[in-house]
T-cell receptor, first 116, second 116 residues
Framework: AQKITQTQPGMFVQEKEAVTLDCTYD???????LFWYKQPSSGEMIFLIY??????QNATEGRYSLNFQKARKSANLVISASQLGDSAMYFC?????????????FGSGTQLTVLP | GAVVSQHPSRVICKSGTSVKIECRSL??????MFWYRQFPKQSLMLMAT?????????EQGVEKDKFLINHASLTLSTLTVTSAHPEDSSFYIC????????????FGPGTRLTVL
């Protein structure tokens, strides 16, 4: 079974609108971390936001927020006030288990295009 | 966030030659680094986990003798693609953990390898 599922291969959003990128995960470990990364056409992976499994509140970082629904095992990324520079591939990733130095499992990604 | 550099950013070589890619954590020490491979329009595939001072742990299906990994210091890991062939052409990207609350992986800018 897929550990991280991103069901939207491509998304379009109008500039200045908000957009939600979906991510569901599957794990039996009670301790895990969820990450979102942005990959522009240059290829670099840019860390956006983190949500820990024990965090009570949804994570927010500037225009990025993570809609964490633990019972549904979903961790959707919300980008508010989209900008042209937000056009990129977005990956959801999970680290299972406590402690550092554990590998990440990535979803297949969502290509976001912001329209002027 | 933490900075990870990768060198070279792009390399073109002839079939049969070896190529070394360096991954450095610039402002933090990383006992563990990861090497990923990414094909066009696909997600990142973990190749190996690089541990400082010990042998790397390779994922199933990754040839150890083909992809040599050395993690000689807390800030440097190298990936050597030995006797490269056209099928080794890909985007190689490394990451390093900055330990802390989120234990976030920060990625290098990637290396695009083209084997002729």
């Amino acid at each position: 079974a897929q550990k991280i599922t991103q069901t939207q291969p491509g998304m379009f959003v109008q500039e200045k609108e908000a957009v939600t990128l979906d991510c569901t995960y599957d794990t039996s470990d009670p301790s895990y971390g969820l990450f979102w990364y942005k990959q522009p056409s240059s290829g670099e992976m840019i860390f956006l936001i983190y949500q820990g499994s024990y965090d009570q509140q949804n994570a927010t970082e500037g225009r990025y927020s993570l809609n964490f629904q633990k019972a549904r095992k979903s961790a959707n990324l919300v980008i508010s006030a989209s900008q042209l520079g937000d056009s990129a591939m977005y990956f959801c990733a999970m680290r299972e288990g406590p402690g550092s130095a554990r590998q990440l499992t990535f979803g297949s990604g969502t290509q976001l295009t912001v329209l002027p | 966030g933490a900075v990870v550099s990768q060198h070279p950013s792009r390399v073109i070589c002839k079939s049969g030659t070896s190529v070394k890619i360096e991954c450095r954590s610039l402002d933090f020490q990383a006992t563990t680094m990861f090497w990923y491979r990414q094909f066009p329009k696909q997600s990142l595939m973990l190749m190996a986990t690089s541990n400082e001072g010990s042998k790397a742990t390779y994922e199933q299906g990754v040839e150890k003798d083909k992809f040599l990994i050395n993690h000689a210091s807390l800030t440097l890991s190298t990936l050597t693609v030995t006797s490269a062939h056209p099928e080794d052409s890909s985007f190689y990207i490394c990451s390093a953990y900055e330990t802390g609350y989120t234990d976030t992986q920060y990625f290098g800018p990637g290396t695009r390898l083209t084997v002729l």
